[in-house]
């Protein structure tokens, strides 16, 4: 299997739906953490958005005891959406993610792995 041009191949990604896919890092945290249900959720902003004009953008999880928001930036703080989860065992009080545009789909990934 090619490599990509950033030197990964695609054995180093997980697809979560047809145009989306994330890091093996991501993966192992979202099984460890049961939160998949979090990657759909981010996976459907993606969805509302046009790469050529955003091909990056953040999701950041804020929790407050069993409910929580979800904001989706620019990567400059402006806020392209947000989403409020009335309920959630999330066991974080705060998780961010990255999602960049690599010209065929989406990947989100952990900022570590940016």
């Known amino acids: 299997m090619g490599k990509s041009e950033e030197g990964q191949t695609q054995a180093e990604f997980t697809r979560v739906t047809g145009g989306v896919l994330i890091t093996k890092n991501l993966y192992y945290v979202a099984e460890d953490l049961g939160c998949f249900w979090l990657l759909h959720l981010y996976a459907s902003h993606l969805s509302c958005l046009l790469p050529d004009e955003q ?54 990934m952990l900022p570590e792995d940016y």
């Open 55 to 108: 091909p990056f953008t953040c999701m950041k999880l804020t929790v407050e005891q069993t409910s929580a928001v979800d904001h989706i930036e620019d990567g400059n703080g402006g806020i392209l959406g947000s989403e409020r989860i009335e309920y959630t065992d999330f066991p974080l009080s705060d998780f961010t993610l990255f999602g960049c545009w690599n010209g065929d789909c989406w990947v989100i």
